[in-house]
């Protein structure tokens, strides 16, 4: 059974940071890129980041870029989010999600951490 | 970057209709276009990838059409477990935006 399982989540201060990750099992990591997509409370999904199969390409939505970072471990099949300067619009559900070949779409998601930023 | 414009944002429809959601990309993604239902509290879930391809799992009740810049989904006739939230994905180029949803509600 694939199974995608998100944690770190948490309660942090605006600057704050956290570390996400995501734990695969029943498939072969090494075959798909990995994303991660977020989703703020009560809004719509936000695409946030790609890392390919062996990390040579990575990708960040603007809305992140210079704060997040994205890296996977291939040997402990996990995809991980380092979550940098945060702030209050940084405030979601983090889904990582497998990427499809070919389409690039996402077929198989975790079920989310939540990241809450407030003072 | 490509914008994603889905419509409607909200729909209302009865068990057994035939409902149809659009997305409109502001410039060509080829067939690069996927379709997501999500309900309250859940992930999404994959419903159509390549604007036509059904998801492995996915009820024939769904299906996808479109290339270039205009794609429709389609459910034939709407079951109660269908009440949800649709949600369009482009992935022909960075950033894969989505659209902002549409809410599917019981008439």
């Known amino acids: 059974e694939v199974q995608l399982v998100e944690s770190g989540g948490g309660l942090v201060k605006p600057g704050g940071s956290l570390r996400l990750s995501c734990a695969v099992s029943?498939?072969?990591?090494?075959?798909?890129?990995m994303n991660w997509v977020r989703q703020a409370p009560g809004k719509g999904l936000e695409w946030v980041s790609s890392i390919s199969r062996s990390s040579s390409y990575i990708y960040y939505a603007d809305s992140v870029k210079g704060r997040f970072t994205i890296s996977r471990d291939n040997a402990k099949r996990s995809v991980s989010l380092l979550v940098n300067s945060l702030r209050a619009e940084d405030t979601a559900v983090y889904y990582c999600?497998?990427?499809?070949?070919?389409?690039?779409?996402?077929?198989?998601w975790g079920q989310g951490t939540m990241v809450t930023v407030s003072s | 970057d490509i914008q994603m414009t889905q419509t409607p944002s909200s729909l209302s429809a009865s068990v057994g209709d035939r409902v149809t959601i659009t997305c409109r990309a502001s410039?060509?993604?080829?067939?690069?276009l996927n379709w997501y239902q999500q309900k309250p509290g859940k992930a999404p879930n994959l419903l159509i990838y390549a604007a036509s391809s059904l998801q492995s799992g996915v009820t024939s009740r769904f299906s996808g059409s479109g290339s270039g810049t205009d794609f429709t989904l389609t459910i034939s006739s709407v079951q109660p477990e269908d009440f949800a939230t649709y949600y369009c994905q482009q992935s022909h180029s960075m950033p894969y935006s989505f659209g902002r949803g549409t809410k599917l509600e019981i008439k």
């Open positions: 029943g498939f072969t990591f090494t075959d798909y890129s």
């Open positions: 410039q060509s993604i080829s067939s690069f």
């Open positions: 999600a497998r990427q499809i070949s070919g389409s690039d779409a996402s077929d198989m």
